[in-house]
């Protein structure tokens, strides 16, 4: 897989890395909504047409928005195709330096299923819309306790074979400023690129904290990648 195929991240991953979760036909394909709400169209003619809005028409049922990042869909006008922004899409090309770990320093463990409710607790409160009670089917998971709490986690989502999307980097409100979440952003990097993938993510341009930690981190911006909510258009009022 190439660096373009990061220009259009959800179809890349549907079409690779998470074939097995991918729900559609053709050249417009999904999540399940329970995992992610992200839909992805092989190119912009592959998401136009009678074809694409019969693919649509079964993935994305009333009441339901998908949410489409770097190629969006051409759909009629039974669907409103809304512009969110466009997020800073930023990569890691090399491995970082890892922040010292203190003698007080609470260890990186793996989030398994005996701790999914601690991460759905966390996302909830700090990460919400994005994170979904099966999102950690998508990739591995990992956190920081403190005081019996999760105080951080990190996490995987798209990807290819060659790269790896870091997503739901976070903190819980209470344990704020303590490195938690560089500590977990330098783990699951380097540990990316030393199973030969590169780590990529997206931000919001407007949360500049999280971009400048980014930045401090080794990763650079790689590009600005539109971000859309697709859903059926409401009725026309008589």
């Not at 690779?16 to 995992?35: F, N």
């Not at 010292?100 to 701790?115: F, K, S, W």
């Not at 500049?208 to 930690?213: E, H, S, T």
């Amino acid at each position: 897989m190439s660096e373009g195929d990061l220009d259009n991240p959800i179809w890349a991953s549907l079409a690779s890395r998470h074939r097995a979760l991918a729900l559609g036909a053709g050249g417009v394909a999904r999540y399940p909504a329970e995992v992610a709400p992200f839909l992805g169209v092989a190119s912009a003619d592959a998401g136009e047409g009678a074809d694409a809005d019969a693919a649509l028409e079964a993935l994305v049922p009333a009441g339901d928005t998908a949410l489409v990042l770097g190629v969006a869909p051409r759909p009629g006008p039974r669907w409103r195709l809304r512009h969110l922004a466009d997020l800073a899409q930023m990569i890691c090309r090399a491995p970082i330096a890892a922040p010292d770990a203190g003698d007080d320093d609470a260890p990186i463990v793996e989030l398994d299923a005996a701790r999914r409710e601690d991460a759905l607790a966390l996302t909830a409160l700090v990460y919400p819309h994005y994170f979904r009670p099966r999102t950690m089917e998508l990739g591995r998971y990992f956190g920081i306790y403190q005081d019996g709490r999760l105080a951080a986690m990190a996490g995987e989502r798209m990807g290819t074979d060659g790269y790896t999307e870091l997503s739901a980097i976070c903190a819980h409100p209470d344990f704020l400023g303590r490195g938690h979440a560089r500590r977990l952003l330098a783990f699951l990097a380097n540990d990316n690129h030393a199973r030969g993938r590169v780590p990529f993510l997206h931000v919001s341009q407007e949360n500049p904290r999280a971009v400048g930690l980014y930045l401090r981190n080794g990763f650079e911006l790689r590009r600005a990648i539109p971000f859309w909510a697709l859903s059926r258009a409401e009725p026309a009022r008589p």
